[in-house]
């Protein structure tokens, strides 16, 4: 039986070796010799960590594969667009971080000019050149999130964000500083994607399924003190309320949903430098909503979320600035 990582809904190739062909088709598992008729097998991958063991590139690509149908799941409950079809996903073990630059997105869809020529590019680059605990599934899930995050919101902005963005990403290397210009483009992007990352991860792992969490640097304990769910809460990078190179706001978007009478009747803080939140009651969806092509950074976002508070107790235009300062806006 082979299995492959290919279906109308995506394909996923894999890149641990040399070889082109890894690269030109979709990876192919030949999974032993079968020869009778199957109408519904189940193939299950263990934790593998080896960057060069084929298995680990087995176990990564069906973490991803099983990733995207239940982003779609959620995605559908929470009415916000999906990936686009046909996503094309490469797993590879030569970095440690991810993108959707999504490549052959802009290609079909008519993308300005891409100076792209190879075969069949990918939308997302997922590298796999992890250490140890970064293999565990709830943390693979969360970049694979992350980057279908980055998919869905590509549907409804603008290609030339996008290809903005790329130009950024390479030009200053990663994310930038908060001066640099166009940072605020990047602050956009991704305050949504490590928002959405760490929000799906807790909904598939809950308060106590999750593993032990980089973030808090704890033992084998998994409580909601710990969980992704804290993480957006104490937002940012390790408690510093940003994220990457200090400008990526990622925690607003979870402060504006959140409530804070729960949090407290958990016992969990906010990050330090937030003294108040009373704004409660954002959806998803609301958010997803605002960041159509017209919303080309992450000032107008805010902005205009300013102009569509939920009615609510503390909901009001006094206590949304004052959240809003805390995250330099
Ligand atoms: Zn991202």
Do not use: C
């Amino acid at each position: 039986m082979n299995v492959i990582f290919k279906s109308d809904r995506k394909e996923i190739r894999g890149l641990n070796g040399s070889s082109v062909s890894q690269y030109a088709l979709p990876l192919l598992h030949i999974y032993g010799n079968i020869s009778y008729n199957m109408n519904s097998a189940n193939v299950s991958y263990e934790q593998h960590t080896s960057h060069n063991d084929d298995d680990t590139k087995y176990y990564v690509a069906a973490t991803v594969n099983n990733s995207l149908y239940e982003y779609d799941e959620y995605a559908a409950n929470d009415g916000i667009l999906p990936p686009p079809d046909d996503i094309k996903i490469l797993v590879h073990r030569y970095a440690t971080s991810s993108s959707a630059p999504m490549f052959q997105q802009l290609l079909t869809l008519g993308g300005i000019g891409m100076p792209i020529t190879a075969v069949s590019p990918p939308d997302i680059l997922y590298g796999y050149g992890l250490s140890g605990g970064q293999f565990a599934t709830d943390q693979l899930k969360e970049t694979a999130y992350h980057e279908f995050a980055h998919a869905s919101h590509f549907r409804i902005t603008s290609y030339q964000l996008w290809l903005d963005n790329i130009d950024y990403i390479i030009h200053y290397g990663s994310y930038g500083d908060a001066t640099d210009p166009g940072a605020d483009r990047t602050d956009l992007i991704e305050m949504w994607g490590y928002f959405m990352g760490r929000e799906y991860a807790h909904r598939r792992y809950g308060p106590t399924r999750h593993s032990s969490l980089i973030a808090f640097g704890f033992p084998d304990t998994a409580t909601f003190l710990n969980s992704w769910y804290a993480w957006n809460e104490n937002s940012g990078d390790y408690n510093s309320l940003f994220e990457s190179n200090g400008h990526i706001a990622a925690g607003f978007l979870h402060d504006i949903i959140d409530d804070s009478t729960y949090n407290a009747a958990h016992n969990l803080n906010d990050n330090s430098a937030i003294r108040m939140d009373s704004i409660r009651g954002f959806t998803i969806t609301s958010i997803f909503n605002q960041m159509g092509s017209s919303t080309t950074n992450a000032a107008t976002l805010i902005e205009k979320l300013r102009s569509n508070i939920p009615i609510g107790i503390g909901n009001n235009i006094q206590n949304y600035d004052s959240l809003k300062f805390y995250y330099n806006y």
